[in-house]
C-alpha cells in the first residue's frame, strides 16, 4: 500500500522502534515485569490471608483500590471523548493526538477494573455477578457499561490501526515472520481504494459517536453509585457532571504528558510543535475552569447548608492535623496551578507545561482520594470503644505494591504497542506535509 511522503519518513523515524529492542527498552520493560511481579505477590497475599492485609474495614470498607479504579477508568472516557471529538471534527492539529489518546483508553480500561476486583473478598464467587444480577443496581449497569466500552474502545482503535497495518504488511521493516503475518491478517486485506477509506472513516465517525455519550454515562453512572449512597460528601446532584469533567481534566493532563514523552522520544519536535501544546492547554484551561467551579460549588453548598455530618467532613478536610494540606495541595495543584500556566503564553511552554501536568494529574488522583476515604471515616452513628485502625484508613504495602502494579501495567501495555504499531497514525498524514524529524 503506498503513503504520502511525510508517511514514509513518519514510518523511518518509528521503525527502529519497532524492528528492535535497545538495552534501555530491556531494561524498562524488566523493571515493569518486575514491579508486576511483586504485585502478584500482594494479590497472594491478600486472596489466602483475606483484607486483613489492606487497611479497609468494616467502616472504611473502600480504599485506594476504588480511588485508583475511579482515576484509570476516568482517563478512559476521557481519551475516548478527546479522540471522538478530534475525529468528528477534523482538526488537523490533532491528527497526531487521536492515537495516543485511543492507547491512553485501551490501556486504561484494561487496568482500572482489575482494581474493583481487588475490592471482592472472595473471588470464587464473582460468577454470581452474572448469574444472580439485580438489575435495579447501579453496580450492575456500571460492569456492563465497562464491559461494553472495553470492547467499543478496542474497535475504535482497531478501526484506526487497519490502514496501518497494511503499511506495515507492505513495507520493508525487518522484522520478524510471525509479527508480518499478524500485520498482513490484521489488515483485513486493505488496499487503500477509496471506497475502502469511506467504510474505514465512516466506521470510526460512527464509533466516535457511539463512544462519546458511552463514555458521558458510564462516567454518570459511576457518581452514581456514591450519590445513591446518601453519605455526607457523596449524596450530590452535582456528582454526575462533576465527575465527567474530571475525568476529561485529568485525561488532558495524561495526555499532555504521553505527547511530550512521544515528542522527546522520537525527535518530533518539527512535527509535534509548540502549537499543539498551545491547543491542549487552552482545552486543559477550560476543563480546570469547570472542574473548579463543581470543586468549589460543593464546597460553599456543604458550608451554607450546615447539616452536621457535611459540616463534620468539611472540617476533616480542611483541618491542618487531617487532611487539609491534601486539600490545599489538590486545589492549587489542580486548580489554580495549571489556569496560571495554560493562560500565560510565556509559561505555556512544552517542558513546563508537562511538568505542570503532572503536578495535576497528581493532584486529580489525591483529589479521588479525598472524595472516598474522608466520607468513610465521617460515621453516621457514634463509633466508640474500637481500635482506631476501624475508624480511620492507612494503606498498606500491599495495597501500595498493588497500586504500582497497576501503574507498571499501565505503562508496560503502552510500552508493547510501540513495538508493535506506530504512535503516529501514518496512513494518514498528508500528503503534502514536509516532516523532518531530528534523527534523520
Known sequence: MKISTSGSQMLRTFSPQIEHTSKGETIWITILVATIGLALYGLYLQIFQGHGVTGMRDNVIWGIYIVNFMFLIGLSYAGAIIAGFLILFRLEWGKPLIRLAQLMTLASVIVGPIFILLCVGRFDRLYHLFIYPRLQSPLIWDVLAVITFLVGSFLFLYLSLIPDFAVYRDSNLKVSKWKQNLWGWLGLGYSGTEGQKRLI??????????LIPVSIMVASILSWIFGMTLRPGWHSTIFGPYFVVGAIYSGIGVLIIITWYTRKMYHLESYITPK???????MMLVM???????TFSEYFTSWYGSEKWDAQLIAKLFSAKEYGWFTFFTNVAGVVLPVVFAAVPKLRKPNSLAFVAAIMVLAMWVKRYL?????LETPLLPIEDVRP??????????EWILTFGGVASFFLIFTLAGKFVT????????KDENVKTQNQ
Open 389 to 398: 485502625e476501624y475508624v480511620h484508613y492507612t494503606i498498606t504495602w500491599v
Open 201 to 210: 472513516n465512516s466506521s470510526r465517525n460512527l464509533m466516535a459517536i457511539l
Open 288 to 294: 480546570a475552569a469547570g472542574y473548579g467551579y463543581f
Open 276 to 282: 499543539h501544546f498551545d491547543y491542549l492547554a487552552y
Open 423 to 430: 504512535l503516529i497514525d501514518i496512513s494518514d498524514l498528508p
Open 371 to 375: 472524595i472516598v476515604v474522608p466520607t
